[in-house]
């Protein structure tokens, strides 16, 4: 336990987070590439044309065996994120919004994994990949919102504040916008072809670029 402690360090949860943004969007893009080419979804710019979806890039062997194994190892890795996030900000004192964004982001890990263990798996199914899809979705932007509020209340840790304040006010933003287009995608208001599959693929990239945010935000000790 202690040199798993000792292995926790800023350098480390830079490249865990810059591994957590790199992993998940090179899946998926060489999926829905893979998929392509197996013939099961047409080519065209997903995140403007919406043709798929990103389940659909991996539903299908032999393409869902790539997909399900890296987005694992993804999994593990936005597990890392988590701890290491925990860790290091407790150092100074653990407030109950520290406690709160570590259990909503430890949440969104298991719901994820739910997703990507039922993804592929028949109809029956399908309850379980949209609950752990739409849950994972909502606590990751919740807890990164509030990890930077927790960033913010730690500016001695290393931490880049400039980045911290950009940080805070993308997921205000990524908040305030899922907000809006969750009822739309759910109740189809918006009458537009593949809508659903436009803002997935889009709000998928922006949560993503979360992790990146998070790798400028920790200074080189």
Not at 5 to 32: D, G, M
Not at 86 to 114: C, N, P
Not at 124 to 151: H, K, P, Q, W
Not at 185 to 201: D, H, L, Q, R
Request: aromatic share 24%; glycine share 4%.
């Amino acid at each position: 336990m202690v040199e798993f402690k000792s292995f926790i360090k800023n350098e480390n949860l830079r490249i865990i987070s810059l591994l957590a943004f790199i992993l998940p969007t090179l899946t998926v893009l060489i999926s829905y590439f893979l998929s392509i080419k197996y013939n099961y979804v047409i080519f065209c710019i997903p995140n403007i044309e919406g043709c798929t979806s990103i389940s659909q890039v991996g539903r299908y062997p032999p393409v869902n065996y790539f997909f399900k194994t890296f987005m694992f190892v993804s999994i593990f890795l936005i597990f890392l994120y988590w701890i290491f996030n925990y860790v290091l900000i407790s150092k100074k004192g653990l407030l109950l919004i520290h406690k709160l964004t570590f259990f909503l982001g430890i949440l969104s890990v298991i719901f994820f994994s739910l997703y990507i263990i039922f993804l592929g798996e028949g109809d029956y199914y399908r309850f379980f990949r949209r609950i752990g899809i739409f849950i994972y979705i909502f606590f990751t932007v919740i807890s990164e919102l509030l990890l930077s509020i927790s960033y913010r209340s730690k500016p001695d840790l290393f931490l880049n504040i400039s980045i911290i304040n950009f940080k805070f006010y993308f997921n205000v933003i990524l908040s305030t916008l899922g907000l809006i287009l969750l009822p739309l995608v759910i109740y189809k208001i918006i009458n537009y072809p593949n809508f659903k599959n436009i803002v997935s693929w889009n709000y998928f990239f922006l949560i993503q670029i979360n992790f990146l945010i998070s790798f400028f935000c920790w200074k080189k000790v």
